[in-house]
């Protein structure tokens, strides 16, 4: 498997930036509750020892697999040193021993032995995933699946949208455009307002030999007055100034455009009336026996 752009860090972000290990800290607090279960449900447990958590950011999903089932072994995988040395510390002040975190770059061949994990779960990775790495990933988590192992990816199309607001739409526009002249879209058209990766993620999986797919849509309403306002609010705020590089970069915003937008926004997502729900999905299937 081949680098696809090897001279590019192909996050949309900075990896080695503190304010984005927090956005992912917190989020990862949001996303774990909304999804309700470290696993998905119709799982045998009992069949999972080892397991890969591909992009694993600062390691929160990791270190509460880890916390929760001690029988199991974690490793988790990432291109931030700066994630990777927090999850590592973290692990060590939690005493969890089950879990271990490694540098790990997930768009060239997985440095694992064939079939070596039970489940692999990789969660957001559309913001440094290119069109074609993904059959090239999925394939690589099926070399290193044991047969009967599980693979789920949960990802997105949208950037905490759709909302009635005006200026993040607007934000949301430029990150479809600048995804499609990336390369990282499945849709090609600029306008879209989405990337087009959930309706591709069964597909992707059942061409790489996955049997028994199933999906899995997730809601989240950070509508003003509901509870997971405040914090995703927050997140989004954090998260689209650090695009600000990103979307100059591409051509689709300069800084001058992006500060204007993002002062409309931060007046719009603070509203009394402000709406807004974020889908996201699961897909997973299993390694044939
Ligand atoms: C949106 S975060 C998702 C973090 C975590 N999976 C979660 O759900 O909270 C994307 C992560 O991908 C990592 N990343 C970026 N490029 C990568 C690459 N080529 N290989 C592995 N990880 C990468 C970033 O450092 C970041 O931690």
Known sequence: MSNIH???????????????????????????????????????LGRVHDVLDIACGPGGWAMEVAFEHPDKHVVGIDIS?????????????????NVEFRFMDATSKLQFPEASFD???????VGFM?????????????????????VRFTDTDRGFSPTNSAALEKF???????FVRTGRSFCEEENANHFGLTPMLGALLAEAGCENIREIPHMLNYS?????????????EV?????????????????????????QMLREIRRDDFRGIWYFMSAYGEKPL
């Open 6 to 44: 090897p001279s590019e860090n192909s996050y949309v972000m900075d990896p080695e930036s503190a304010m984005e290990m927090a956005r992912l800290l917190d989020l990862d607090i949001i996303v774990n509750k909304q999804m309700g279960a470290l696993f998905p449900a119709d799982i045998d």
């Open 81 to 97: 040193r700066a994630m990777l040395e927090y999850a590592t510390a973290q692990a060590k002040v939690q005493d969890l021993q």
């Open 119 to 125: 489940l692999i779960n990789a969660r957001f990775i």
């Open 130 to 150: 290119w069109k074609e790495a993904w059959p090239e990933l999925i394939k690589e988590c099926m070399r290193i699946l044991r047969p009967g192992g599980i």
């Open 172 to 178: 949301n526009i430029f990150a479809s455009k600048a």
């Open 224 to 236: 003003a007055g509901e509870p997971a306002h405040f914090a995703l609010a927050h997140n989004c």
């Open 239 to 263: 998260g689209i100034a650090l695009l600000a590089p990103f979307f100059k970069k591409t051509g689709v915003a300069s800084q001058e455009e992006h500060e204007q937008l993002y002062q």
